[in-house]
């Protein structure tokens, strides 16, 4: 067990952080699995802009990696302009 009160302070921010990067991340999953499942063109073209708008947000976070980020935004922009 920690200590030093820096190492103390250190774990209270490592927990917070982990929950919100697990909060983001599976924000992120949901959003993706619903515009895979819609099937109109207009709403999955509205939501898709929401999409990259998260992917963008959490790749700069370092929460998901940048290239996964773009694999995503690829195979979902594939996925709306085949509709």
Do not use: C, G, P, W
Request: proline share 0%; aromatic share 4%; no cysteine.
């Amino acid at each position: 067990m920690a200590h030093h009160l820096s190492a103390k302070k250190r774990i209270r921010q490592n927990e917070s952080k982990r929950l919100q990067n697990k909060y983001f991340a599976r924000t992120a999953r949901n959003a993706v699995k619903k515009l895979r499942s819609t099937t109109e063109k207009e709403a999955a073209t509205e939501q898709y802009s929401q999409v990259v708008s998260i992917l963008d947000k959490l790749a700069k976070k370092n929460i998901i990696h940048h290239n996964k980020a773009a694999n995503l935004k690829s195979k979902l922009a594939r996925h709306v302009n085949s509709l």
